[in-house]
């Protein structure tokens, strides 16, 4: 990676692979402390490739030039199009209708073809009408990490051909370049990684050529790599060669389902803890004409396996045997919703496992099963802490309440705060659901020793709430033409009950923290320039639109927070610090251009977005660049997107131990989870890990200054991330570049004798000056590996040689 002192990024990017350093598998039961890498990995990748690599140069007029077989031809999805902005009628002839969008912008065309949600991957199968001869497949897609890195170049393509539409055989594949020491089937084109600022867009003809196969069904599937994807044509080049000639590698073959449910795992292997329950998510792929019929879903696990749903509908159960060994089968009706099957709960006995085998039934028909290995681990328990923060964020009770082993099982990986949810309407609170999840808050998660977060999305509540009364256009600015858009000047009536609905919100729940996204400020600068009552605000007051943009938001803020201050004082309580999700300093999403505005009044506490599907080097940038801007005293704790078991391809779980230890060390005091449905049970032990690693150190964590790493290391690999307090520092090491085993050399600026302590293993290198190489091995799932450079390690630890 380069980066300029000017802060933008080049960055060659992003992915993972085809694991070619493979780990030994783990011994059964090892307290495990950096998982190796392949555990961590996703599906073994080992394509080989006949066809012309992908190039940059590639264009589309070249590459289809001769017979497009494509053209004009009907497809179909087994993923519908779901990506508001592109969709229309027309997504079922524009990938084959011949036009290009013009520009590089293609997501933003009616005339594009789009997905929001990276996950489950997309299949888009052309009928030839008849077998061909087929020399190639080209598909113009969007990429380039535009939009603050969301419109990446999907993580893989898959080409299939099929004469009969029931075998399918794959014909050519290729996946993305994350790593430099990564091999096989590759491409790498630039793009951003998805910090800030985007990178460039631009759609890219992907070739999949000299194929020399032959169909009349061809299909190519797309596993996106961020949150969304899209592209605007495919062709399929007539070849010249004699079909009947063609051969098919059996080792390619498979099927490929449409007007189907398939219940999927993005890895053929999975760690279950033995001591606790851990949590994973599937995902669903329901490409039905009518997705409303109910779908049974089994899961076959070894007797030795304990599974439980987060979800409503009952998760039944039955014992047998398979292949001569105890099974449970598990089994759920229900009707899935688009994109996942919320949350299991899993634990295993510690003995061998076998694999879990799955599959859907529904309109009578048993689709295909799956299958992933289960090994079983365990996670040490994280111990308590008392300055950092990990809360679930956006998500109700029930997820947590259910969780098995109680509010004890979320102490154990760490989690500081119980979190209540954002849209819990005024209606809710007589329902038994509330009373329900008020009693788990009151008699298990604070009496096990979590405190509460509590979300809410201001004034988008507001709308939802009471967009339907008579009177609620006064809430809507004036614009010509008129836009039903909510005007940031506005302070009437619905303005007043909302504060009200948020402060009963928080004497009903008192939270300890407080996250608030006031969404409506998104447009915040636009909407002052058009809005009849803005505009006059502008004019009386005297200021630049900017400026009111600002201190319309700053007032909205500190208004919310005094009224939740008055409402906590008059319970007796301490007014709970609050945070204003994304109003970052450093990037501008919320439209707030002068932080010192907000900041004690509004809001308490940074919360920026480091949604980067943990791509750490861009959270630690984030963070950092918060923390430089912000007043000391003011705490970031950052919203993360788990960005592992969800599909999103970019990151093995060992990412978010990476991550979390990029937040820590660059300033922020702890992160609330925007997806925590995708915490999987390896994601909760790196999360236990991190918790139990800093735990001896989170007071320094808590009062650190940033140090310049500019110039520390050594060589050209690694990421060096660096805090300090007083005369003690907390360094983190790191290489994202590559897989493999690698060294990461630094000079860590110390001023006198002092001891280095590797985290991980407790290994201490004494540094002075004029001797102050530190330098690490970095191997396995995590690629991040920190240290305490001081002389309390033993004050800190209370002696031991591991935290
Ligand atoms: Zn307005």
Redesign the pocket.
């Known amino acids: 990676m380069k980066r300029g002192r000017g802060g933008r990024r080049v960055l060659v990017t992003a992915v993972f692979l085809a694991m070619l350093a493979v780990g030994l598998p783990a011994p059964l039961l090892a307290r495990v402390d950096v998982p190796d890498a392949e555990t961590l990995a996703p599906l073994h990748y080992d394509f080989r490739r006949k066809g012309p690599a992908i190039k940059r140069e590639d264009r589309w007029e070249e590459l289809t030039r001769g017979v497009n077989l494509a053209l004009g031809k009907p497809y179909r999805f087994d993923r519908q199009p779901n990506y508001g902005v592109t969709r229309d009628e027309g997504d079922v002839w524009q990938l084959t209708d011949g036009k290009l969008v013009p520009g590089d912008k293609i997501w933003f065309s009616k005339e594009a073809v789009g997905y929001q949600g990276a996950d489950p991957p997309a299949t888009i199968c052309i009928d030839l009408g008849q077998v061909y001869p087929i020399d190639a497949v080209v598909a113009r897609v969007q990429g380039g990490g535009a939009w603050e890195g969301s419109f990446r170049y999907p993580l893989q393509f898959d080409v299939y051909v099929s004469d009969d539409d029931r075998t399918y055989t794959r014909v050519d594949s290729v996946r993305k370049r994350e790593y430099r020491d990564q091999r096989g089937a590759l491409f790498d084109l630039p793009e951003s990684t998805g910090a800030q600022p985007p990178g460039n867009p631009l759609p890219h003809p992907f070739h999949f050529g000299r194929l020399r196969t032959r169909g009349r069904y061809v299909a190519l599937r797309m596993t996106l790599a961020s949150a969304y994807g899209a592209l605007d044509e495919i062709a399929v080049m007539k070849g010249d060669h004699d079909p009947a000639k063609v051969t098919f590698d059996p080792q390619q073959a498979t099927t490929l389902l449409f007007d189907a449910v398939e219940l999927l795992y993005p890895r053929d292997r999975m760690r279950v803890p033995t001591n606790v329950a851990g949590g994973f998510s599937f995902a669903v792929r329901d490409s039905r004409r009518d997705t409303r019929q109910p779908v049974t879903f089994h899961i076959d696990v070894p007797a030795a396996v304990t599974l439980s749903w987060s979800g409503s509908a009952s998760l039944r159960s039955q014992e047998h045997a398979r292949d001569g060994r105890p099974y449970r089968e598990y089994t759920l009706t229900t009707v899935p919703s688009s994109g996942g099957l919320s949350y299991f709960y899993i634990q295993a006995r510690p003995e061998p496992l076998g694999a879990m085998y799955f599959h859907a039934k529904h309109e009578g028909v048993r689709q295909p099963e799956q299958r992933v290995e289960l090994t079983p681990f365990e996670i040490p328990p994280a111990p308590a802490l008392n300055r950092l923060v990990f809360a679930h964020g956006w998500t109700g009770t029930p997820l947590q309440s259910r969780w098995p082993g109680g509010a004890k099982a979320l102490r154990h990986f760490g989690f500081t705060h119980a979190s209540v949810g954002s849209w819990e309407m005024p209606s809710f609170y007589g329902t038994p659901e509330f009373a329900e999840s008020q009693k788990w808050l009151d008699q298990e998660a604070r009496p096990a020793g979590l405190k509460v977060c509590l979300t809410d999305s201001p004034f988008h509540i507001m709308e939802a709430l009471w967009a339907q009364e008579p009177d609620f256009a006064e809430a809507y600015?004036?614009?010509d033409p008129p836009r039903k858009?909510?005007?940031?000047?506005?302070r009437g009536k619905y303005y007043q009950k909302e504060i009200e609905r948020i402060v009963e919100r928080y004497r009903r729940r008192r939270p300890d923290l407080i996250s608030l996204d006031v969404e409506c400020f998104g447009h915040a600068l636009e909407?002052?320039q058009?809005?009849?009552?803005?505009?006059r605000?502008l004019d009386a007051r005297g200021v630049t639109p900017v400026e009111l943009a600002t201190d319309l938001y700053a007032e909205t803020a500190s208004e919310i927070a005094r009224a939740i201050g008055e409402a906590a004082r008059a319970l007796g309580q301490s007014p709970p610090p609050i945070g204003l999700y994304h109003a970052s300093p450093a990037y501008r999403y919320h439209n707030v251009f002068d932080f010192a505005k907000l900041y004690p009044a509004g809001c308490q506490f940074d919360n920026p977005e480091v949604y980067v599907r943990c791509w750490p080097a861009a959270a630690a940038e984030i963070i950092r660049a918060d923390k430089r801007l912000l007043p000391p005293e003011c705490p970031v704790i950052a919203w993360t997107s788990p960005g592992t078991l969800d599909w999103e391809g970019e990151a093995p779980s060992g990412r978010l131990f990476d991550t979390l230890m990029e937040e820590l060390l660059n300033g922020a005091t702890g992160t609330l989870y925007y997806l925590p449905v995708h915490l999987c049970s390896e994601d909760l032990a790196a999360q236990a890990q991190v918790a139990r690693l800093l735990a001896p150190f989170e007071e320094i964590v808590a009062a650190s200054t940033l140090c310049d790493t500019e110039g520390w290391r050594q060589g050209d690999t690694g990421h060096i991330s660096a805090i300090r307090s007083g005369d003690e520092m907390l360094v983190l090491l790191a290489d994202y570049e590559h897989l493999g085993k690698t060294t990461v050399e630094a000079r860590i600026p110390v001023e006198r004798p002092v001891d280095a302590v590797e985290l991980l293993t407790g290994k201490r290198t004494r540094l002075a000056p004029g001797a102050n190489l530190l330098h690490v091995t970095i191997e396995g799932g995590y690629r991040s590996r920190p240290f305490y450079i001081g002389n309390r390690w033993r004050q800190r630890t209370g002696g031991s040689s591991r935290p």
């Open positions: 600015g004036e614009t858009r909510l005007c940031l000047s506005y909407h002052v058009k809005c009849a009552p803005c505009r605000l």
